[in-house]
């Protein structure tokens, strides 16, 4: 019985939207239940519902506001147990309350303050979940818990994908589940930044059965990222597995178990994959023509074309240097430095908040990122990191997938993503649980 046989089965037997639903529910419901007593499992719920979105996914939950109950709630459990979960803010969580700073001015002066006024918004909810999210993980199994759930929500998502292949048919330019998770360069780039989980989901797993699913799940997820179709997504995808291989301690185990994943997601990639991952080399020209202006030479599209929304981007910081036009007002801006304007954002996440938020706005988004590459490389030369295989596994895990984003956001207009604000916030609350662990190891060593 074949990959596509099983996986039409699959979807013949389970994907309905009221049996998807009915499980949806339950798992809400037991989080809810059992997230009083441990808030790390309501962080859980919210991140799971942000990524499957069953609000837009289900039809028997359209338009629920099951994120805003699962925020809710969260809040309610960590008020209740506040003995042992303390709100605390680390150092770090100030760069992105500069964040919401150079934000709310880029709204305030926004050339249409309907639009920008959205995005404001997310920003501030997604700030609240991660003050939320760093008392709520007290020890290493909430943080587990967290991320784990993120993974398999990731996973359920490569399922629906496999599936939808067999019984519509279609087989590219697959997307997520809506949202930020929206067209195929944002499930691209989700998955580039969900693969380095997935790896480490193979080595911290406790059982033979355990690690033979995270590897078939991790194939998938591979493989869908060929039937995305996005080049983005295709060299973040490299960038985060190179870090990865990089910061391997066993690298020639990792190389062929990586050499055998792709020669399986080979088989059976979209044929047409491999001629578009060598356009990448010849889009220089068209890239080079496009950023000065020019009149292009090649009419068949590359993917370098999108200099030209990068430069509209810089013109529109030049006009704008401290406040930009203000979010989601780009594409309503481009009428006044284009003819013909068209409807494309930036394609470049750093073009995009350079644009809408100005040289502020974007000084204070890099920050963020870099504020957090230094904690996990920092963790990354300590002898107590390398030591602990859990925490070493946790930081490499942290690092690829940041740098996964980095690159495909390069070309990828993403600057709203609950998976990066999530490894944002793991990344805050790394520095507690590595505590505990050295404290943890100097006990044993005490006790001998």
């Known amino acids: ?18 049996l998807l639903s009915l499980i949806y529910i339950g798992i809400f419901i037991f989080l809810l239940i059992k997230g009083m007593k441990r808030p790390s499992y309501l962080i859980a719920l919210y991140f799971i519902t942000s990524i499957v ?17 699962a925020s809710i709630g969260c809040f309610i459990s960590l008020i209740i147990n506040q003995g042992t979960h303390r709100f605390r803010m680390p150092a770090p969580y100030f760069t992105i309350l500069l964040f919401l700073l150079a ?37 290493r199994a909430d943080y587990s818990f967290i991320s784990g759930s993120a993974l398999c929500s990731i996973y359920f998502l490569v399922l629906k994908n496999l599936v939808d292949t067999q019984l519509i048919g279609k087989w590219d330019n697959l997307h997520g589940s809506g949202g930020w998770l929206g067209d195929s360069n944002d499930w691209a780039l989700a998955i580039a930044m969900t693969l380095p ?16 699913f995270h590897v078939c799940a991790c194939v998938s997820t591979l493989l869908v990222l060929t039937i995305t179709s996005s080049r983005g997504g295709f060299l973040g995808a490299a960038a985060a597995s190179f870090v990865w291989l990089l910061t391997e301690k066993k690298r020639t185990r990792a190389i062929i178990m990586a050499f055998v994943g792709l020669f399986i997601v080979s088989l059976y990639m979209p044929t047409g994959y491999i001629e578009r991952i060598r356009s990448i080399s010849d889009a220089s020209q068209v890239a080079r023509e496009s950023w000065e202006g020019q009149e292009r030479s090649n009419t068949e599209y590359t993917g370098g074309e999108r200099t030209h929304f990068w430069r509209i981007a810089a013109e529109m910081a030049k006009d704008h240097p401290f406040t930009g036009v203000g979010w989601g007002n780009y594409v309503n801006s481009r ?49 107590a990191c390398r030591d602990d295989a859990w925490l070493f596994t946790n930081t490499r895990i942290l690092l690829a997938g940041m ?46």
Not at 3 to 12: A, L
Not at 197 to 212: E, Q, W
Request: net charge positive; glycine share 6%.
């Open 1 to 18: 019985m074949g990959p596509k046989i099983v996986f039409k089965f699959i979807g013949v037997l389970f994907f309905h939207d009221w």
């Open 53 to 69: 979105n069953p609000q837009l996914t289900f039809q028997q939950l359209y338009a629920m506001p099951l994120v805003l109950f």
């Open 103 to 139: 934000s709310l001015v880029s709204y305030l002066s926004a050339q249409v303050p309907e639009l920008a006024g959205k995005r404001f918004g997310e920003f501030n909810n997604v700030a609240i979940i991660i003050f939320l999210t760093i008392p709520a993980i007290k020890e």
């Open 197 to 212: 989980l997935s790896y480490g989901a193979i080595l911290l797993a406790k059982s033979r059965k355990g690690k033979i």
């Open 335 to 383: 009428k006044y430095y284009e003819a013909v304007p068209s409807t494309e954002v930036a394609h470049s996440t750093w073009f995009q908040v350079l644009a809408e938020v100005g040289y502020t706005g974007l000084f204070a988004f890099v920050l963020m990122i870099l504020v957090s590459m230094t904690i996990l490389i920092r963790f990354m030369f300590k002898r």
């Open 403 to 448: 740098i996964g984003y980095c690159v495909s956001g390069t070309f990828v207009s993403r600057e709203y993503s609950d998976l990066f604000f999530l490894y944002f916030a793991l990344i805050l609350a790394l520095p507690v649980l590595a505590n505990t662990g050295e404290k943890k190891q100097q006990d044993m060593r005490n006790a001998e």
